[in-house]
């Protein structure tokens, strides 16, 4: 089914939108017919939505998945279960107004929102509404608990490193000192009688940290409150809540090798929880060949090193959010001690020098690890063979249009063999099994052993990606695990957009000497390449 939503403003100058995707317009189109209320509009909204067919419903509750981009500056995705479509459709419409609606209240990056007009206000008690007032509340609570090391105005300490980061030379220890100190002054008072809040100073702030946490929990919430609804998952970028009776199995990301089908450093399994990570490994800066996390300790004005990923499992989204930012700052004995305080919550850390430490809860989250087992090959054959010390890495980005919301199309990505024979599936995301055909080489090459096989669409928690940017690799096995032969290798990337178009990428590859190709895009896909390097110490 295509989903509609609403825009607040048309632009008058529609132009710009002519080079994107027709897919992307014909959305773009409809977002305006909806906002116009035409009756031609209307006739062809009918029309459109009378043409979508649901699947069988036996009775038995089921679970619509949707994939989107561009949702609070990530990738987002969506897992309703639900006893009829129509009840998971409309309780997917109202948890995507209900980011959008928060997002207008506490997004630092627009400048139309509550919070961002709040900060440009004049230097007094101004009301504000419950959203912005409760999350401005819980900064100071945190700030308090993490004693300083949680803090929105350490969006002091990060400028500072984006600005030394254009000019590649570190800050100096006077401008560190002094982004500190302002950093230790308080910055905003809250009268809970009035429900304002007075700006007392310019410091930047920003409400990163936990946001998107409240804006999950909050929508979770919408979408629950619909009739027919028994249970949910929304990730948006990295972060995870699972509600009602839906039990989630979530990988979670390696920092070290997080490509999007890289080994996971863990596996857990969460009902009515949170789980959240953030890390150094997908944001940050470059400074003289050294990469510093966009993570900053307040009280120190520096980068956190000494943890590269923390992720946290708890009751309340708020926590899960708040604690994994802060655990990247503090060092083991601290954390320990602060997640101790809060009810329900366990955590896991990877530190720069590999440790992995885990709280005492932990374990009874996690899914035992299952390794394949290994096979040999004969001495006289592993000349003719991959070398598994190296790895083909696929990077791709989909197509988006920068400040609007997008479904991700069906993607497939595998490779062949000089005789176009499928050797490896190494991707396939899809949410609706029967349009799968939409993709029609990977059909013709795969479909046969996807129908004898079951689907699964997996979570995983990782640090907060840019949207449609995605990493995969080949390691160099066929679909049974074994290592192919050294010879030429096509690999395939097919993309097709749901009343979109069809897109296919296909690059040969001759396995020898590292190498670096570009594909050129297409409509679907904004850009691709290929990378046949040596492995990573992450792998």
Excluded: C
């Excluded at 009301?127 to 509340?137: G, M, R």
């Excluded at 920092?255 to 999007?260: F, G, L, T």
Aim: glycine fraction near 6%; charge should be neutral.
């Amino acid at each position: 089914m295509l989903k509609i939503y609403g825009m607040k403003n048309a632009p008058a100058d529609t132009t710009h939108i002519k080079k994107y995707p027709y897919s992307m317009r014909l959305q773009y189109w409809l977002n305006a017919i909806v906002m116009t209320g035409s009756l031609s509009g209307a006739l062809l909204l009918v029309m459109l939505l009378g043409s979508a067919s649901l699947p069988p419903e036996d009775g038995s509750d089921k679970l619509w998945v949707s994939d989107y981009e561009n949702v609070l500056g990530t990738s987002m995705e969506i897992k309703i279960s639900a006893d009829v479509q129509q009840h998971a459709a409309k309780a997917e419409d109202a948890a995507l107004a209900e980011v959008d609606r928060l997002n207008k209240i506490l997004s630092g990056y627009d400048p139309s929102s509550e919070f961002s007009r709040w900060m440009k206000a004049d230097k007094k008690p101004v009301p504000v509404s419950p959203e912005l007032y409760e999350v401005l509340a819980l900064f100071d609570q945190w700030r308090i608990k993490s004693n300083g090391a949680l803090d929105a105005s350490a969006e002091t300490i990060s400028k500072l490193w984006r600005d030394a980061a254009k000019q590649n030379r570190l800050p100096s220890s006077a401008k560190i000192a002094d982004a500190v100190n302002k950093v230790r002054q308080q910055h905003y008072i809250l009268n809970v009688q009035n429900h304002t809040a007075w700006r007392i100073n310019d410091a930047p702030l920003i409400l990163n940290s936990f946001a998107k946490s409240y804006i999950m929990n909050k929508a979770a919430n919408a979408a629950m409150a619909v009739a027919g609804v028994t249970g949910l998952v929304v990730n948006i970028g990295g972060d995870i809540l699972v509600r009602g009776a839906h039990i989630e199995q979530i990988r979670v990301s390696n920092p070290r090798a997080d490509a999007e089908n890289d080994p996971p450093v863990a596996q857990v399994q969460i009902n009515n929880k949170t789980i959240a990570t953030s890390g150094n490994y997908r944001r940050g800066e470059q400074i003289g060949g050294k990469w510093y996390s966009h993570i900053v300790d307040p009280r120190t004005g520096l980068p956190a090193s000494g943890v590269i990923s923390a992720t946290v499992i708890a009751d309340k989204a708020t926590d899960a959010g708040a604690l994994a930012t802060t655990l990247n700052v503090l060092n083991p004995e601290e954390a320990k001690q602060l997640v101790a305080t809060i009810s329900g919550a366990e955590y896991m850390l990877i530190t720069s020098d590999g440790k992995q430490i885990e709280s005492e809860g932990w374990k009874k989250a996690e899914i035992p690890e299952t390794r394949p087992a290994i096979k040999t090959v004969p001495l006289a054959d592993q000349n003719k063979l991959w070398d598994p010390n190296y790895e083909l890495v696929i990077n791709l980005e989909l197509a988006t249009i920068e400040g609007m919301r997008v479904h991700r199309p069906f993607v497939a990505v595998w490779v062949t063999d000089e005789n176009k024979r499928p050797v490896r599936q190494i991707a396939l995301w899809y949410n609706k099994p029967r349009w799968l055909n939409e993709m029609r080489s990977w059909y013709a090459a795969y479909y046969g052993n996807f129908s004898a096989g079951s689907s699964n669409i997996s979570s995983t928690s990782s640090a907060t990606r840019s949207p449609g940017k995605y990493t995969l690799k080949w390691d160099g096995k066929d679909d049974q695990g074994n290592l192919v032969k050294q010879g030429t290798y096509t690999v395939h990337i097919e993309a097709a957009r749901e009343h979109g178009t069809h897109q296919l990428m296909s690059r040969e590859i001759t396995v020898k000497n590292p190498q670096h190709f570009d594909i050129p895009a297409n409509t679907e896909l904004a850009s691709a390449s290929l990378d046949y390097r040596k492995k990573t110490d992450g792998n």
